[in-house]
């Protein structure tokens, strides 16, 4: 997926315990969005920046932190995984500075909480 | 509530037949409908975006068209071949951050 990087691809975590989830961009774009998808429901926003140390919250933020140091970096954290977490989390990039999502995902991560 | 609503939630088609999936919306306001193809195990891709003033976009063998008066949109796939075997996904933007995905309708092509 052009220019975004999320990492790690899979994780086991145990229930309790803290994660960290990393997207990367490589074209300097201000909009960043982390979505969670699980089967039967639509992706759903967790999380958005809108620049370095500008973020607001999503539909489905409770549980989750994100921060944005850098531009190209969106981490978005788990402080206390559960098991509703289990999820395949998307990042994904807006190419408009309107903010307007113009469709560029990253290829998600597969987070099982055990 | 803003929604979005896609049928069928799966089909099996015939390698070389058409299909045509179906997304009901009421998001408001409006700013464009996009549908997207998400292959297992991968980030969903953009396949066309359709802002309201527009009734048809194409990509290939993929033709959306939208009628915002009803606030429906389909798209169909041509000539469907083995790589179509995907989920597609209706999403609605209503301006700035705000989107309404659709949960997607599977499509199984079989050869």
């Known amino acids: 997926d052009a220019g975004i990087t999320q990492s790690p691809r899979h994780k086991v975590t145990e229930t309790g315990t803290p994660v960290t989830l990393r997207c990367h961009q490589t074209e300097n774009h201000r909009y960043m969005y982390w979505y969670r998808q699980d089967p039967g429901h639509g992706l759903r926003l967790i999380h958005y920046?809108?620049?370095?140390?500008?973020?607001d919250k999503g539909e489905v933020s409770d549980g989750y932190s994100v921060s944005r140091s850098k531009t190209e970096d969106f981490l978005l954290t788990l402080e206390s995984a559960t098991s509703s977490q289990t999820s395949v989390y998307f990042c994904?990039?807006?190419?408009?500075?309107?903010?307007?999502?113009?469709?560029?995902f990253g290829s998600g991560t597969r987070l099982t909480v055990v | 509530k803003n929604q979005v609503e896609q049928s069928p939630q799966s089909l099996i088609i015939l390698e070389g037949k058409n299909c045509t999936l179906q997304?009901?919306?009421?998001?408001?306001?409006?700013?464009?409908l996009r549908w997207y193809k998400q292959d297992t195990g991968r980030g969903p891709v953009s396949l066309t975006i359709?802002?309201?003033?527009?009734n048809t976009k194409s990509n290939g063998r993929y033709t959306a068209t939208l009628d915002a008066d009803t606030k429906q949109s389909s798209l169909h796939i041509t000539a469907s071949q083995l790589s179509d075997s995907a989920s597609y996904i209706c999403v609605v933007s209503a301006g700035d951050y705000k989107l309404s995905f659709g949960a997607g309708t599977t499509v199984t092509v079989r050869a």
């Open positions: 994904a990039i807006s190419e408009s500075d309107t903010g307007d999502p113009s469709g560029t």
């Open positions: 997304c009901n919306y009421t998001v408001s306001p409006f700013s464009n």
């Open positions: 920046s809108y620049g370095v140390k500008d973020t």
């Open positions: 359709m802002t309201f003033s527009e």
